[in-house]
């Protein structure tokens, strides 16, 4: 069991559709993180939050917009996506965002684009 | 770019030690080796890191060379359920170094076989 919690598991949407991906863990982590993961590739690194403030965007389209309204909760809205955009979204999260803290990573939304 | 070469692949019998090697010859003095797996369908999962020394844990042994130039991961009694993607990772240690996060490489894909 993973203590890293993702809402929806799985989420088919059109291209004009808005909805949004949540992420939450309870461990008291300071450092949060979204990845996207494509099929039979390994996951890549979308957006880091520390503390609660946006700390790196790995330059990531507008569509995509990360929001973090606590220490505990970390969403991604979605916004006009396209297909190509269809992808597992990982959710992670560690003590702090220093090198030497292991992340904890949530099983993911997997995402459809129609 | 990932800064780890790892095999593409390789298989276990149940029962046996598994040994996955992992190559960062151009790691600094202050980056951990990571090492993570990924079962189908589920999130990245944390297994061990080091620095310098080897590392033990209930999941598995780290052995670094005293170079820290390559490590090996190893699970000692591998069973069906290890079947899963190994990804070793260096990440520096500096809490500034926001930009130095995990960068996931393609990974080995380790088959336990019956």
């Known amino acids: 069991d993973t203590e890293v919690t993702q809402t929806p598991k799985h989420l088919v949407m059109g291209m004009t559709n808005k909805k949004s991906l949540k992420c939450e863990q309870h461990?008291?982590?300071?450092?949060m993180y979204w990845y996207k993961q494509k099929a039979k590739k390994p996951p890549e690194l979308m957006f880091v939050?520390?503390?609660?403030?946006?700390?790196i965007n790995e330059s990531v389209p507008s569509r995509f917009s990360p929001e973090c309204p606590n220490s505990s909760l970390l969403n991604l809205h979605l916004h006009a996506l396209q297909p190509e955009d269809s992808a597992l979204y990982l959710c992670?999260?560690?003590?702090?965002?220093?090198?030497?803290?292991?992340?904890?990573f949530g099983d993911g939304t997997r995402l459809s684009i129609l | 770019d990932a800064k780890t070469t790892q095999p593409t692949s390789m298989d276990c019998a149940e029962g046996r030690a598994a040994n996955l090697p992992c190559n960062h010859s151009?790691?600094?003095?202050?980056?951990?080796v990571y090492w993570y797996r990924q079962i189908h369908s589920q999130g990245p999962q944390y297994i061990i890191h080091?620095?310098?020394n080897n590392e033990t844990n209930e999941m598995a042994s780290l052995i670094i060379t005293e170079d820290r130039k390559s490590s090996t991961l190893i699970l000692p009694h591998a069973t069906l359920r290890d079947t899963a993607v190994y990804y070793c990772?260096?990440?520096?240690?500096?809490?500034?170094?926001?930009?130095?996060?995990?960068?996931f490489g393609p990974g080995t894909r380790l088959s336990v076989l019956p």
């Open positions: 939050y520390s503390y609660e403030k946006l700390s």
């Open positions: 990772i260096v990440r520096p240690s500096r809490t500034d170094n926001y930009g130095q996060n995990f960068v």
């Open positions: 461990m008291g982590h300071r450092a």
């Open positions: 992670a999260s560690s003590q702090e965002s220093a090198g030497n803290q292991p992340q904890h």
């Open positions: 151009t790691i600094s003095g202050n980056e951990y």
């Open positions: 080091g620095l310098k």
